[in-house]
């Protein structure tokens, strides 16, 4: 089984629409999420935290199911600016202690005018 | 404040050569990780240096190398170059591991 999974589309979206990702990871004992974005031949860059109540930032809705081992995205009111790949990004731990950040490979976004 | 920056922006090496990149972190942040992204693929784990030391490596042959200096900047060697290592390669850091990483820009190799 895949440590991080995502579906990785293309999600081809109309401006304005409401859409949602999902993510599983495998490792119970993780203890830090997140999502980050990453656009074309660029360095991926933190788009925000997951924690385990949720978490708004403007459009943006993350969810932790830790019961189920999945983590969710809403993007609401998308605009042709989120148009990008989201990656899932879970702390791995491991016996020898934490493995450091391992990153799903992404579902990418288009949102079509 | 800076960010991570990382040096050289583009390499060209031939088959078989080293290549030494370079990542300066953000200042106070004392682990570096390293990454590889081939065309089209997702972020592979190169390697962890914390405080000096490396704490975990990934899957990758001996070849694939690096240190971290006292003032926790890093390098990354690569040796006896083959063509597949051509990719994007993305330092990054992190204040604590618990924490979402910052990257830099990254170093585009080019292995012909």
């Known amino acids: 089984r895949k440590e991080v999974e995502q579906d990785p589309g293309p999600f081809n979206v109309p401006e304005g629409a409401t859409v949602a990702f999902n993510c599983t990871y495998s490792?119970?004992?993780?203890?830090?999420f997140f999502w980050y974005r990453q656009d074309c031949r660029k360095e991926p860059k933190l788009l925000m935290s997951v924690y385990s109540s949720g978490n708004e930032d403007g459009r943006f809705t993350a969810q932790l199911n830790r019961a189920s081992q999945y983590i969710s995205l809403l993007i609401r009111d998308s605009k042709l600016s989120d148009s990008a790949t989201y990656l899932c990004?879970?702390?791995?731990?491991?016996?020898?202690?934490?493995?450091?950040?391992?990153f799903g490979k992404g579902t990418h976004l288009i949102i079509q005018p | 404040e800076a960010g991570v920056t990382q040096s050289p922006t583009h390499l060209i090496k031939t088959r078989g050569q080293q290549a030494t990149l370079r990542c300066s972190p953000i200042s106070g942040h004392t682990s570096v990780y390293w990454y590889q992204q081939a065309l089209g693929l997702g972020l592979q784990f190169l390697l962890w240096?914390?405080?000096?030391?490396?704490?975990n490596r990934g899957n990758f042959p001996p070849r694939f190398s690096g240190r971290q200096f006292p003032n926790y900047s890093s390098e990354l060697n690569v040796n006896a170059l083959e063509l597949e290592d051509s990719a994007l390669y993305l330092c990054?850091?992190?204040?604590?591991?618990?924490?979402?990483?910052?990257f830099g820009s990254g170093t585009r190799l080019t292995v012909v």
């Open positions: 990054a850091s992190s204040p604590d591991y618990n924490y979402g990483y910052t």
């Open positions: 490792n119970s004992a993780s203890q830090s």
């Open positions: 990004v879970v702390n791995m731990y491991s016996g020898g202690g934490a493995d450091g950040l391992t």
């Open positions: 240096y914390d405080e000096g030391e490396e704490r």
